[in-house]
């Protein structure tokens, strides 16, 4: 994705005082890079930005006149001007915004008594980072900026007089590198002027690893593990941190089939009736399915023996169709003794036994043998396999999600299993990220909304790493971590995990890939 300066916010500054606010720039969009950047004069104490915002360098200025400092933040919606604190001076700074970027990488700084002199080029971490120079000068000569470098564009051009018979002049340009490992040039100092403040920093891009395809794994409950195959990129469906229950998405709007066991992959279920008058609705394949069943007070009073037909629906409308019968929608889950056929027509009529409905309506005890199994999501097609998981129901009723098992029914909520906390494990699949050469993974980022900071776990040739990301949010925005400059291989299997049972909605995982030239056989 390319980087692209979209606007500057209005120059800010303080004639002489130990604060100063810097003005957003307008129309900012949630995702887009914020880079703040702010010289003094008449202090060199440190200049201290507000929470939310990352620190890339600060330098005091040759000659001890003042200090300069730079940092960024993501928006997220929730951001305002920041107030920064530093000793008594006088200040002139900006906030640029880009899009298309995600943080900033290396960076290189420079400050003299003397004009002419460099700051040194850094090296880009990834591909079409932009390289930033950030210039600020004292001068009684007024008005004075740095002339633009060959191969940049400037996009500020700022000066203010100060409380010290002096002008601070505050300049920023910008040029697009190429590949990761490109150079970003040195930069030579060419105003003519003295005690001067320069620094080039890189400009990340928001990058999604290369050759690699999304695969949505639909809706996990808390401990659940998912794998998503052989790719690096994955878009991932609600998962519930504190739930023990799937349902599809929608709520009562579209209510599929929780959870099918064993080696069940017939998902086609015609729509049938206990009033054994109605018509069989065929063609429901693909289709989000409906389950209704007679009123809770006929099926308590049916005996164990007796089967109990699921009355499967398309669309709500059909039951108007039995208004003199009491119905309820219920998400249903089929344990591996009725699992559906792989040969099961599309006209098939499917029943349970009544002492496993009545459990679920009523808390009557009931046995059966536990299974691992998989849950299936209508709505997306995604499925979620479910190990050693102690429920073989589950039932939505009223609002109120419910898991049965031999010890009767489990009203299912609460922040804890038992007390102890409900650990998420979202593990994908071992890939080589779309190329057979080693490569790092400089930098992983999530897009999530959790209680805590989120975990991610890298496996790479025998090696073992956890990272934890740079942010826990209540609103859904994303949060970057930085992976060990060491770590390189071919093949990378990631994990992704909540921390201390906290919830956790997790929108989609991007990685920042850098392969190298070599490859290992």
Not at 178 to 183: K, V
Not at 240 to 246: C, E, L, P, V
Not at 482 to 493: N, P, R
Request: net charge negative; charged share 10%.
């Amino acid at each position: 994705m390319a980087i692209a300066h979209v606007n500057n916010g209005a120059e800010s500054t303080t004639y002489s005082g130990t604060s100063t606010t810097l003005a957003l720039p307008a129309s900012i969009v949630v995702g887009n890079l914020l880079v703040g950047f702010v010289t003094t004069r008449g202090s060199t104490g440190a200049i201290t930005w507000p929470a939310g915002w990352t620190v890339v360098d600060s330098q005091t200025t040759a000659g001890s006149f003042g200090n300069t400092s730079v940092a960024y933040r993501l928006a997220d919606g929730s951001e305002s001007a920041p107030v920064l604190s530093h000793a008594s001076s006088s200040t002139l700074g900006v906030i640029c915004q880009f899009s298309g970027a995600d943080g900033v990488g290396n960076a290189q700084k420079n400050t003299s008594t003397s004009p002419g002199e460099s700051v040194a080029a850094f090296t880009s971490t990834g591909d079409a980072s932009v390289s930033a120079y950030l210039w600020s000068v004292f001068t009684g000569a007024g008005e004075v900026h740095m002339p633009i470098p060959s191969g940049w564009s400037r996009i500020v051009a700022y000066s203010e007089a100060t409380a010290y018979s002096v002008t601070n002049s505050l300049d920023v340009g910008i040029k697009t590198l190429g590949t990761s490992g490109s150079s970003s040039g040195a930069i030579s100092e060419s105003s003519g002027y003295a005690y001067w403040s320069l620094f080039n920093i890189e400009i990340t891009a928001a990058t999604v690893a290369e050759g690699t395809s999304a695969v949505t794994l639909g809706s996990i409950a808390g401990s659940a593990s998912a794998s998503s195959g052989n790719s690096s990129v994955a878009t991932l469906g609600d998962i519930a941190g504190s739930a023990s229950a799937i349902t599809g998405a929608g709520g009562a709007s579209i209510v599929a089939l929780s959870a099918i066991a064993g080696s069940a992959s017939a998902i086609g279920i015609a729509a049938v009736s206990v009033d054994s008058g109605v018509s069989v609705v065929t063609g429901l394949i693909g289709e989000p399915l409906r389950l209704a069943f007679a009123d809770s007070a006929v099926l308590a009073s049916s005996s164990a023996s007796s089967p109990v037909t699921l009355v499967v629906l398309a669309d709500s409308s059909v039951l108007a169709v039995h208004a003199a019968s009491a119905y309820r929608l219920l998400d249903a889950a089929v344990d591996s003794n009725s699992a559906l056929s792989s040969s099961a027509p599309v006209a098939a009529v499917y029943s349970v036994a009544a002492a496993s409905l009545c459990s679920v309506l009523t808390g009557l005890q009931f046995v059966a043998d536990f299974t691992d199994g998989w849950a299936y999501n209508l709505n997306t097609g995604a499925g979620s396999f479910y190990e050693g998981f102690r429920f073989n129901s589950f039932a939505l009723i009223d609002g109120e999600y419910y898991g049965a098992n031999e010890a009767g029914i489990c009203r299912l909520g609460g922040d804890a299993d038992d007390s102890a906390p409900i650990d998420m494990t979202i593990t994908l699949g071992t890939s080589n990220l779309g190329s057979s050469r080693v490569k790092r993974v400089p930098a992983a980022y999530v897009g999530a909304q959790s209680d805590q900071p989120l975990v991610l776990t890298c496996r790479v040739e025998g090696q073992e790493y956890r990272y934890t990301f740079s942010r826990a949010t209540a609103t859904m925005a994303p949060a970057k971590v930085q992976i060990g400059k060491g770590l390189a291989g071919v093949y990378w299997q990631l994990e992704l995990s909540n921390t201390a049972g906290a919830d956790a909605e997790i929108d989609a995982l991007e990685l920042l890939v850098a392969p190298s030239d070599r490859r290992r056989v």
